[in-house]
């Protein structure tokens, strides 16, 4: 399997490069050359099939020049959290919980896979630095999943007093081969920054780049195997109705996997996409023009993106066709005070939490869902990472104890200058 640029498609990259390089000429993201199709027969035995076994067979075709099937077995075994159980809310809906991993969000599989691969790809002579900005839990999903990974030096930007205690404390605790920088701006001004990095010709002379945010196919294409596991556990409970999976969507990262899955062959009929006052990707399917926009901060704050990278993923897989788009994904806006609202009417009448973020999800599932259909949301990330706003709603929400004064990070203004120097370090 080969990768291609998006922007540049004469470029044309192994797995191996596409990870190593994040980035391809004119700022492209890479996307495979092709999507392998599932016969129907794996979705018609995968109540029977164990979580690895459908692990391996999903994702193998993406990484056959990188990875022997039992190389790629143990790294899977190794990185993926597999009780990720579904839990039924209401009589036609179900909550999939993807915080199982060690920072408590959806985004550890894919940092720990990439840590892997990047791991094993890297000159442990020449070490890699991976550059990455975060809204919140991207950041510390990386931190964690790169640790004292031999080889590879990890800088992670995050915007000024916009993500909670727990993880700033998350990104800036471990030290070792991690380092955090605030940066005085948006989670937008933070990508952009990133995005500089990979293109300026200059500093890669310098260092070995690469990137671990969604833009890198070795971050999201490990999150379609959410989707696979999701299926197997509903699939006896669908009783015929079309089967709709609602996904919190900050840079579209996973919602993308989703779409690669439903590529595949997954039987998946429509796509939510759950968006908060960030809603760049709601207004270009109202209208089919598509305009960036600053981002602003809610009480979701991981999904605080004005511009999501992986936009230009989804059209590449829909040949660029708006009508073929809307038909697979419809999305609902969802404001901080209904998002309040919903954690407090499933607290209460449910007796389970959710966090910002799947509340958002949740809501949108329930305001696009049709009697015909049986909604799964995927819940995200804990509520224990997002205590301030949870105890708006419930006083008696436990709150974890977190001590900054002991971590340690940067601050910079939001210059370029200021980053690269940083950067060759």
């Given amino acids: 399997m080969n990768y291609y640029n998006i922007n540049y498609k004469d470029e044309i990259v192994s797995f191996k490069e596409a990870t190593l390089r994040g980035l391809g000429k004119e700022k492209g993201l890479f996307v495979p050359e092709y999507i392998p199709s599932l ?33 790629l077995q143990k790294t899977l075994e190794e990185v993926f959290v597999f009780d990720t159980p579904v839990r ?64 590879v030096r990890v800088v992670i930007l995050f915007p000024k007093g916009k993500v909670s205690p727990f993880q700033e404390y998350q990104m800036t605790s471990l030290g070792a081969n991690i380092q955090a920088v605030e940066v005085d701006g948006t989670f937008d001004d933070c990508q952009a920054l990133v995005k500089q990095a990979l293109a300026d010709t200059s500093l890669k002379k310098e260092r070995v780049l690469s990137s671990a945010n969604s833009i ?41 996997a989703g779409l690669y899955a439903y590529k595949m062959g997954l039987p998946v009929s429509k796509f939510v996409a759950a968006n908060n006052a960030n809603d760049t990707f709601a207004i270009y399917l109202q209208t089919g023009n598509y305009h960036a926009k600053p981002s602003v901060a809610t009480l979701s704050n991981a999904m605080d993106v004005g511009d999501p990278s ?81 105890r708006r709603v419930i006083p008696s929400f436990p709150i974890p104890k977190v001590d900054l004064s002991a971590c340690h990070k940067e601050s910079i203004e939001n210059s370029y200058t200021a980053y690269k120097e940083i950067l060759l370090r």
Wanted: glycine letters at 6%.
């Fill in 88 to 151: 039924e809310l209401l009589s036609n809906t179900s909550v999939l919980e993807l915080f199982r991993g060690p920072t408590m969000a959806f985004k550890d599989v894919g940092a720990r896979f990439m840590a892997r691969c990047l791991g094993k790809f890297s000159d442990k002579n020449n070490p890699t630095t991976v550059v990455v900005a975060t809204s919140g839990d991207t950041g510390s999903a990386v931190a964690n999943g790169f640790y004292k990974v031999e080889g």
């Fill in 310 to 390: 992986n936009f230009v993923r989804i059209q590449e897989l829909f040949g660029h066709n708006l009508e073929a788009i809307r038909k697979m994904i419809s999305s609902a806006v969802i404001s901080d005070q209904e998002t309040l609202d919903e954690i407090t009417y499933i607290h209460n009448t449910l007796d389970y939490t959710l966090d910002p973020h799947s509340a958002v999800g949740h809501l949108a599932l329930q305001k696009s869902l049709l009697p015909i259909q049986y909604g799964t949301v995927l819940s995200t990330a804990s509520p224990k990472k997002f205590d301030e706003v949870i």
């Fill in 216 to 256: 890198n196919v070795a971050r999201f294409l490990p999150q379609m195997l959410y989707y696979f596991f999701a299926y197997k556990q509903v699939k006896n409970l669908l009783e015929g109705k079309d089967w709709v999976v609602a996904v919190p969507s900050g840079n579209f990262g996973n919602l993308t």
């Fill in 39 to 71: 016969p129907s027969s794996f979705f018609e035995e995968i109540t029977q099939k164990s979580n690895i076994e459908i692990a391996i067979e999903a994702l193998y075709p993406y990484v056959t020049d990188s990875f022997t099937r039992e190389e």
